[in-house]
């Protein structure tokens, strides 16, 4: 049983970087997923995949893994490149390429 503790990316359809604070403590599945024989949908008995559990702060899940001896691994978050940008720079006579319709 072995856990991975990390921050999630945004959604691709975000905008805004509310509930980007919280820390998820995963499992990582122990058994591969399989296809049904009835349905073939994949499955797994392996219920721990199951599990996440949120934490306010990276210390907090750490100390919990600790706390419960948990074997884990932190993954830190990347940050993302600001460009600063401004709408009057597209109208600049020091533009790289013409502006054009």
């Known amino acids: 049983m072995f856990a991975k503790i990390y921050r999630p990316a945004k959604n691709a ?18 058994m591969a997923r399989r ?12 219920t721990k995949t199951q ?7 990276k210390d907090d899940a750490i100390a919990y893994a600790k706390r419960q001896g948990i074997p884990f691994q932190v993954s830190e978050p990347q940050q993302a490149k600001r460009y600063v940008k401004s709408y009057a720079d597209n109208f600049s006579a020091d533009r790289k390429q013409p502006w054009s319709h």
Do not use: A, C, Y
Not at 13 to 30: A, V, Y
Not at 35 to 46: A, F, I, N, R, V
């Open 51 to 57: 599990v996440r559990l949120k934490f306010d702060n």
């Open 13 to 30: 359809m975000q905008s805004g970087r509310g509930k980007l604070n919280t820390w998820l403590l995963e499992f990582t599945p122990s």
């Open 35 to 46: 296809p049904d024989p009835l349905m073939g949908w994949t499955s797994t008995k392996d």
